[in-house]
Nanobody, 114 residues
Framework: QVQLVESGGGLVQAGGSLKLTCAAS????????MAWYRQAPGKERELVAD??????TSYADSVKGRFAISRDAKNTVYLQMNSLKFEDTAMYYC?????????WGQGTRVTVFS
């Protein structure tokens, strides 16, 4: 079964860290650029970071220098989030880039408090 399952979110104080995990079942993801997206309450979904099969990465300006995306040989994609800010509060999802609508998972919630 092809699916994406996110985990690792939680409640964290500003300045703290979290590591999100996206378990991707299905070999197709091995050949796709994978990405983390987030959606804050009342806001549109935004791209946070992506990683190509080659390992090349890119980041939204708002998270550069604080977040790091990585992937391993088992199709797991990670998002290490450091120096978290209140404005990082959102539901976080992984998907391909470009997005594959059929593969949206439940997401994982990140809440940053001051």
């Amino acid at each position: 079964q092809v699916q994406l399952v996110e985990s690792g979110g939680g409640l964290v104080q500003a300045g703290g860290s979290l590591k999100l995990t996206c378990a991707a079942s299905g070999s197709i993801f091995r050949f796709r650029t994978m990405a983390w997206y987030r959606q804050a309450p009342g806001k549109e979904r935004e791209l946070v970071a992506d990683i190509a099969p080659s390992g090349s990465t890119s980041y939204a300006d708002s998270v550069k220098g604080r977040f790091a995306i990585s992937r391993d040989a088992k199709n797991t994609v990670y998002l290490q989030m450091n120096s978290l800010k209140f404005e990082d509060t959102a539901m976080y999802y992984c998907n391909t880039r470009p997005i594959s609508p059929a593969y949206w998972g439940q997401g994982t919630r990140v809440t940053v408090f001051s």
